[in-house]
DNA sequence: GTCTATAGATTGATAGAC
DNA sequence: GTCTATCAATCTATAGAC
């Protein structure tokens, strides 16, 4: 019964979707502890049990969850090329990664989330591919300050400074629009800011003539 | 009785503040919903009936927790001097911040948490202290800006690029710990980054010659 | 002011009919 | 694959003895 176990595969990958982005949305709004297994399954318009039969626990919703997030991280980080161009691959990162904080900020939500806790779930993932990312960006970077090519400037706290300013667009989204008079920011503000945090951190970078 | 009274005074105080303590420090560390009154009267070594006792609900405690950390930051913001001298005002209130982040990282972690979460609880500290404290440095520093002080930038960018990266170093300081071959930052790291922050900030503003 | 016992509500998870 | 009913655990909050 060929048919049958295709159609079952589309239903499967459908509400899986379905109830991952539910499932993203709610752990951004209210935490992993603060979501209940009811509240996705009444965003997703699922029963609750059905979320069970699809994800076997919570625990396991939430681990699938930032791994979608992860993605959309991992391909961020492919645009910081290691090239011998420092300002064309300083703006390709943050554009990227403000892109993303305006694109999916409930994703940055989770994972910012999941940090200030201490990183009880994903532990894993910073120790692997984000430290391996972070080192092999920071050979580029001390590279390209013997080249002189950007000032002598520790690399990491560079590195922490596009992180904290792109994500703060997405985490403190909240924040932002209380002090734009409660409405979000529009394009034209996204490009400003997205523009201002590459002008300052480049003027800092900038060899000096 | 004057003296039973005086002695249950300081027995209250001393109390309160034991029990707020570590609120703050499982607050930051779970979340609201994931801290139980149980985990907080655990780690004060007291029992969980006069947590109620002295706040009667969890989230009573909650915010007079998030007040504190309001009170901090008011002193922190207080050094963001309105003077005409915009170099001696960033540098003090960059420095104050990083002074924050390093001191009181589960201050911060919980301010953060709540507004990731949307700031269901401390709404009212968004729309008045810090709409009031932003708007009034918007204007000091278009003042600056017009007085050729520093370089045409819009001021809320700034704010929000020295609230990310300063809040940064205590929100992150698990994921920051972790690429720091799991230490905390050394005395030496700390000033660098701080220096670093405000160096680079500095070049974006100061007016080309 | 301290502390045990417990009420009342909610949660993650599962059993079992359809 | 869907969905109702329900269990067992956990949580906030309070009553009441000391």
Known sequence: MPEIRLKKTEIRAENESRILKSAERIFARHGFRGSSMRMIADDASIPKANIHY??????KLYRRVVERIFTVWLEAA???ETSNDPHAALHSYISEKMEISRLYPDGSKVWANE????APIIHDFLTSALEDWTNSRIVAMRRWIEEGKIRDVEPRWILYMIWATT??????AHQIETLNDDKALSINQWQQARDTVFDIIWAGLEPKD
Chains 1, 2 share one sequence.
């Open 167 to 172: 994500q703060h667009y997405a985490d403190f």
């Open 78 to 80: 492919a645009s910081f």
């Open 115 to 118: 940090v200030i806790h201490g």
């Open 54 to 59: 699809y994800f076997s626990s919570k625990e």
